[in-house]
């Protein structure tokens, strides 16, 4: 299908009209989604909030069944549409938005992470990094509402994930997460406003995080795990876009485990003849390592600026606008975790891999995160979030995967 004809078809302009509707209702996921217009401050994850965005998708789905499908286009982006709402809705009626508790990657670190992510070239732009930072205390009391719900209902996450935000968010509020952003805009006429939306946010993670701890945590119960088949399903269906059969997956894990520390005694034998794991790893730890964040950073952008260029156009078709990935390091993360970002959808932010500092201002071990750079980039997460970027069915559109 042409562009002209994308632009006129009634899916194309359903796919649309669903993501400038949810960008609505949730800027903050849409924002780190890299939908680039500004949506608004602050997400509701609330009931309500819930609520608002099961209904979206419960009213796409009915327009969706009576629209024409006129070739393979169309066909492709109905049936992806209607299997990504679907899953959606099956996420909503199982109540877990009443039980969204998960660390280190949850909403705690979402809300923190969506403040980096945003523009800051204007003043405009910082104004409104200063309106999410003051959002902070308002979702994180429409998540609790959420949570206090599932609770009332008997659903309830993990204790140890409860209790893994709070830490997070505590992290914060002691690494001072968001000064670094701050001091970026210098002095000027915001200067203020700014400081004091960074001091709201703080005293919002301390607030979270006792809640999570104090309140949230012990009436999680130590014999909920928070987990199960009827739980797993759902999320691996959201995640996988198939439904998977659950006792396969299952054995599959543990056989996977298996040969995955087989692999690993072998690869420690190459280090040292018979070196155990441990051992293998205090010898790379000793001889593979750079020192100063400086030049870990430039490693890094070394390591991805070295497998965009060897794999691309000899293994992946790599477009120009995709062959640049940007390497972020955070000192105040409370991940451990290497993580991935998209870039936005007019490719003016690139798709960006943030590297955890996790306290080390010295020493950084580089053996260890080879994998992980391919793995975040290129050939992993980079091609998968960032060609949906690029694939774009018409200009100006969120569009869908082709």
Do not use: K
């Amino acid at each position: 299908m042409s562009t002209a004809n994308q632009a006129a078809s009634p899916v194309f302009a359903l796919c649309d009209q669903y993501l400038s509707g949810l960008a609505e209702l949730d800027p903050v996921s849409a924002g780190m989604q890299g939908v680039s217009a500004a949506f608004g401050a602050a997400t509701d994850h609330s009931p309500t909030g819930y609520e608002a965005r099961a209904e979206l998708i419960a009213r796409t789905l009915a327009r969706l069944g009576s629209l024409p499908v006129t070739d393979d286009a169309d066909r492709i982006a109905a049936l992806y549409l209607r299997e990504r709402l679907e899953a959606e809705r099956g996420w909503h009626e199982a109540g877990e938005p009443l039980c969204q508790v998960r660390a280190p990657f949850g909403l705690v670190s979402e809300f923190r992470d969506s403040v980096d992510l945003l523009p800051h070239h204007t003043e405009e732009d910082w104004r409104n990094i200063a309106a999410r930072l003051s959002a902070l205390p308002a979702m994180f009391d429409g998540w609790r509402s959420s949570l206090e719900e599932g609770l009332h209902r008997g659903l309830a996450a993990a204790r140890r994930q409860a209790i893994g935000e709070a830490d997070q968010a505590d992290q914060y509020v002691l690494e001072r997460t968001h000064d670094p952003l701050v001091a970026a805009y210098g002095a000027g006429s915001l200067t203020g406003l700014l400081t004091s939306a960074a001091a709201t946010a703080y005293s919002a993670y301390s607030e979270v995080a006792r809640y999570l701890r104090e309140s949230y945590a012990p009436r999680a119960g130590s014999g909920t795990e928070g987990v199960g088949p009827e739980r797993y399903a759902v999320n691996s269906r959201l995640a996988l876009g198939a439904e998977l059969d659950l006792r396969e997956a299952y054995e599959w894990g543990w056989d996977e485990l298996a040969r995955i520390e087989a692999e690993i005694a072998a690869e420690a034998a190459l280090v040292r003849t018979g070196a155990s794991a441990a051992e293998a790893v205090a010898i790379l730890d000793a001889t593979e390592f750079v020192i100063g964040e400086d030049a870990y950073r430039a490693w890094l952008q070394e390591r991805h600026d070295e497998a965009i260029s060897r794999l691309g156009g000899v293994v992946f078709d790599i477009p120009e606008a995709l062959r640049r990935i940007e390497v972020v390091l955070v000192p105040g993360s409370a991940s451990a975790a290497a993580y991935y970002t998209p870039p936005s959808e007019d490719l003016t932010r690139p798709g960006q891999t943030w590297w955890p500092l996790g306290g080390r201002t010295q020493r950084f071990t580089t053996w260890d995160q080879l994998t992980v750079v391919f793995h975040e980039g290129v050939p992993g997460h980079h091609l998968q979030d960032g060609g949906r970027s690029w694939h774009r069915p018409c200009p100006g559109s969120h569009g869908t995967p082709s």
